[in-house]
């Protein structure tokens, strides 16, 4: 899988999963040195599902630092079809010998809600969120750009997980 970003990968895994019956899913990112990227201010911004959400894409980043399949973060706020889609993506990245650097920036929003579920949607700019190879050299200075990302967030044993995600690729947002 070449590419100069993580989301273009991600965005075809999660067209694959999607077209398998998966729902959306979000979680939380950080920027390095820069704190947790947060959804622009809103009475959405403080809804679990939505922290839960922006703490999956933190747990992603820091994944991808190293295309680490097994980490340990991974499935700390992601479950089902949206935990096999990160694993799918950091596999390929593995394999091709590239990691991550930077993080991606958030606007979340909840566009349906009931007691134990989410549906949220996020418009995800990945342009600080580029692929390297091993030895530090940018895959591809192509800059990323803003996409839709459509996540399903539930509350299971006490806690919200991202159980679904749907990245819609590039330019959608």
């Not at 694959?16 to 040195?33: F, K, N, V, Y």
Request: proline fraction near 5%.
């Amino acid at each position: 899988m070449r590419g100069g970003r993580w989301p273009a990968v991600a965005a075809g895994l999660i067209a694959l999963l999607a077209g398998c019956g998966s729902s959306p899913d979000t979680a939380e990112t950080q920027a390095p040195g820069n704190g947790p990227s947060r959804p622009a201010a809103s009475p959405s911004a403080q809804d679990g599902a939505v922290v839960a959400y922006l703490a999956m894409w933190d747990d992603t980043v820091a994944a991808a630092r190293t295309s680490d399949v097994d980490h340990p973060r991974l499935d700390d706020h992601a479950e089902g079809d949206a935990l096999a889609l990160l694993k799918f993506v950091m596999q390929g990245h593995a394999e091709e010998g590239q990691v991550a650097r930077g993080a991606p920036r958030h606007d979340v929003e909840v566009v349906e809600s009931e007691t134990d579920r989410r549906e949220l949607r996020d418009c995800m700019d990945d342009r600080e969120w580029l692929m390297y190879d091993r030895g530090g050299e940018l895959v591809n200075d192509t800059p990323g750009s803003r996409g839709l990302v459509d996540a399903t967030v539930e509350r299971q044993r006490r806690q919200w997980v991202v159980t679904d995600l749907v990245m819609h690729g590039a330019a959608t947002c």
